[in-house]
């Protein structure tokens, strides 16, 4: 059992917040002051405690980093119009989390665990919660195998951690997407739908061919024919066709992603058509080359809800509607945003006050 009375807090000496423009963040490289760690040993979370962020030591025979058990979440802190903090959906995550770490043969993370972390981290560093338009405080919980073996085996230890840092925009202006049909994200029966950490590291090279020709990321496909569209790596991916909002069916191969389901819930809240099933990619472009595509939009945590530009297929790029124009995703942009800021009505209960 964990024991929460238990989370031990070394604070830095100074803080390093006045180093922080807070009008030009970007993303994933400012870290604020403290992290937050426990350790998984003999059948047991224990050793809670928060410490200045910082470098750690590790064994080189770490299997974490020979073999990829690690796993990760991301979810994002707010302030409200009184100053006070506010995340969205961290219940979802924690849930998430453990799918990821049951998949990869890691011990699940109490939700006790996970939330008072958290909680405790974000209380104690609640000023880098920046409050610029489009900007929060991400928040990274992982987890990893710490064992000191290179044999090939699910790890006896694992250190759990959560770091945070301010954020702007993931992506700065409208996404380019390439639709990839040849390299393979993820398949039927692997981890596709697991926030692994060797998800990401394996789409890196695709991305960067597509990168080298003007795009931003890739529109992945089915690992079997390549034929229906998956997710797009760095978010979920949906489309306005005709009057109906149309996101791929989840399975083994697609990251259930939470904004993905935030937008979802709102649309159909909101009385729009929805559907989760297979999109062909031969669909996707004649509607592209028809017009009855209005809208495509990425949808994540860090993303938030990314605008697409163009799709490129086989050569060619199709435009998609300017973005003025789009109403869905414009709508929901702004919903969520005043959501998370505790700035509109929350039906679903997804804010969480820390
Ligand atoms: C997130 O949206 O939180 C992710 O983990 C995706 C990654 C591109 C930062």
């Not at 066709?241 to 992603?257: E, H, K, N, Q």
């Amino acid at each position: 059992m964990v024991d929460l009375d238990k989370i031990s807090i070394q604070k830095i000496a100074k803080t390093k917040i006045s180093e922080v423009d807070f009008e030009k963040i970007p993303f994933g490289k400012v870290y604020s002051d403290h992290m937050f760690m426990a350790d998984y040993k003999e059948g047991q979370w224990q050793n809670l405690r928060i410490v200045p962020y910082g470098y750690m030591p590790m064994s080189p025979a770490t299997p974490a980093l020979h073999y990829g058990q690690s796993i990760f979440e991301g979810l994002k802190a707010y302030k409200n119009e009184s100053g006070e903090a506010l995340v969205f959906r961290p219940l979802a995550n924690w849930k998430r989390m453990n799918v990821s770490a049951e998949r990869m043969c890691m011990p699940t993370v109490p939700e006790e665990l996970f939330m008072d972390g958290m909680n405790t981290l974000i209380d104690l560093d609640r000023q880098w919660i920046p409050s610029t338009d489009g900007s929060s405080l991400y928040i990274r919980p992982f987890m990893f195998s710490a064992d000191e073996y290179i044999g090939i085996k699910p790890s006896d230890n694992f250190t759990f951690m959560i770091i945070t840092c301010p954020v702007g925009a993931y992506y700065s202006t409208p996404v380019k997407v390439r639709i990839e049909q040849h390299y393979t994200r993820a398949a039927e029966g692997g981890t596709g739908f697991a926030k692994a950490g060797g998800n990401y590291g394996g789409a890196l090279y695709p991305a960067k061919l597509a990168q080298q020709d003007g795009y931003h990321q890739l529109i992945w496909t089915d690992g079997k024919e390549h034929k229906y569209v998956e997710e797009s790596g760095t978010m979920n991916v949906m489309f306005v066709i005709d009057d109906t909002l149309v996101t791929p069916a989840l399975g083994d191969s697609i990251l259930r992603g939470i904004t993905r389901d935030s937008v979802l819930s709102l649309a159909r809240h909101w009385g729009i058509k929805v559907e989760e099933r297979r999109i062909s990619v031969d669909e996707l472009v004649d509607g592209l080359k028809n017009g009855r595509v209005k809208e495509a939009f990425g949808a994540g945590t860090a993303a938030t809800i990314a605008h697409i530009e163009l799709i490129g297929h086989n050569g060619e790029d199709y435009y998609l509607p300017p973005i003025e124009k789009r109403e869905f995703s414009n709508k929901v942009f702004r919903e969520l945003d005043l959501m998370k800021r505790g700035l509109s009505p929350d039906p679903f209960d997804w804010v969480y006050k820390v």
